[in-house]
């Protein structure tokens, strides 16, 4: 069964820094091409990032918003998906998803709060 | 940059009858393999999105037949063809085929049972 389980979410100030993690299990991690997707309070969804699988290079891609704040890295070692988020604002605010690509899996996510 | 647009944002069916939501993009997204990279995903109330469609038409595992999915260019449709309580939620649809900006969503379509 594949799982996928976020951590790591919690209230920072704007301007700080959190690193989220997502640990993987049910599936080849190495080759999986993996994303970020967030979603703020009753809003919609919205792409963040992704890494791909090792044997297409292991590349990074970001949205626009995040660009330049955000950096995704994976740790094939210990099926594990991170997402080290720096600089952040209040419209970071919302559930942060990871998913996998390919068949898609999403794990129940992790709530980023940013706010003074 | 792409804008994918939904239509209508909120929709309100009986049981047992059919439902339809649009997808338009701003851009065409047949990609540059021939592949056109447009998905269809569900967010029921409370629990994480789940992917219906991949690839316009095809459904993921475990979707219902009910759901389908059509279209081609820069107009998609959604059809449930005979709507179950378990179909309450928001709908999204997702275009993969242009980079950047990357994947992109629709703004959702909420759909509740009248």
């Known amino acids: 069964e594949v799982q996928l389980v976020e951590s790591g979410g919690g209230f920072v100030k704007p301007g700080g820094s959190l690193r989220l993690s997502c640990a993987a299990s049910g599936f080849t991690f190495s080759n999986a091409w993996l994303s970020w997707v967030r979603q703020a309070p009753g809003k919609g969804l919205e792409w963040v990032g992704r890494?791909?699988?090792?044997?297409?290079?292991?590349?990074?891609e970001y949205a626009a918003p995040v660009k330049g704040r955000f950096t995704i890295s994976r740790d094939d070692s210990r099926n594990m998906l991170y997402l080290q988020m720096s600089s952040l604002k209040a419209e970071d605010t919302g559930v942060y998803y990871c998913?996998?690509?390919?068949?898609?899996?999403w794990g129940q996510g992790t709530l980023v709060t940013v706010s003074s | 940059d792409v804008v994918m647009t939904q239509s209508p944002l909120s929709l309100s069916v009986t049981l047992g009858q059919p439902a339809s939501i649009s997808c338009r993009s701003s851009?065409?997204?047949?990609?540059?393999?021939?592949?056109?990279?447009f998905y269809w995903f569900q967010q029921r109330p409370g629990q994480s999105p789940r992917r219906l469609i991949y690839k316009v038409s095809n459904r993921d595992s475990g979707v219902p037949d009910r759901f389908s999915g059509s279209g081609s260019g820069t107009d998609f449709t959604l059809k449930i063809s005979r709507v179950e309580a378990e179909d309450v939620g928001v709908y999204y649809c997702m275009q993969g085929s242009h980079w950047p900006p990357g994947y992109t969503f629709g703004q959702g379509t909420k759909l509740e049972i009248k």
């Open positions: 851009h065409s997204l047949v990609y540059s393999d021939g592949n056109t990279y």
């Open positions: 998913t996998t690509e390919g068949d898609s899996y």
């Open positions: 890494v791909k699988g090792k044997i297409d290079g292991g590349t990074t």
